[in-house]
Nanobody, 128 residues
Framework: QVQLVESGGELVKAGGSVRLSCVASGLIFSSYVMGWFRQAPGKDREFVAA???????FYADSVEGRFTISRDNAKNTVYLQMDVLKPEETAVYFC??????????????????????WGQGTQVTVSS
């Protein structure tokens, strides 16, 4: 079965950096659009970034220029490098996998309903 396993979440001070990883199994990783979302307590899950199979990327406006999504298809892994973190970005971060025909635009890739599979999430806490 398909599994997505996130790791790398930690407690960090405001202005600091964290790198998240998500390892996928049970699917043809290289053909899927991979996305990162986050969910703070009491809030909806929100889009952070996505990367298409050949490497083109989409970002939420709030993280553009500070976060970088990348993928290593040989390792079935997608990464999220997060720099200059803010306390309001404290959340559980999830990775998701979407079929490329459904997630070809930023609008589509930013919707949770586009994604077929999700990981269990990893906690990132940014202290002020």
């Amino acid at each position: 079965q398909v599994q997505l396993v996130e790791s790398g979440g930690e407690l960090v001070k405001a202005g600091g950096s964290v790198r998240l990883s998500c390892v996928a199994s049970g699917l043809i990783f290289s053909s899927y659009v991979m996305g990162w979302f986050r969910q703070a307590p009491g809030k909806d899950r929100e889009f952070v970034a996505a990367i298409r199979s050949r490497g083109s990327t989409f970002y939420a406006d709030s993280v553009e220029g500070r976060f970088t999504i990348s993928r290593d298809n040989a390792k079935n892994t997608v990464y999220l490098q997060m720099d200059v973190l803010k306390p309001e970005e404290t959340a559980v971060y999830f990775c998701g996998a979407a079929r490329p025909l459904l997630a070809g635009t930023k609008d589509a890739a930013s919707r949770t309903t586009t994604y077929d599979y999700w990981g269990q999430g990893t906690q990132v806490t940014v202290s002020s």
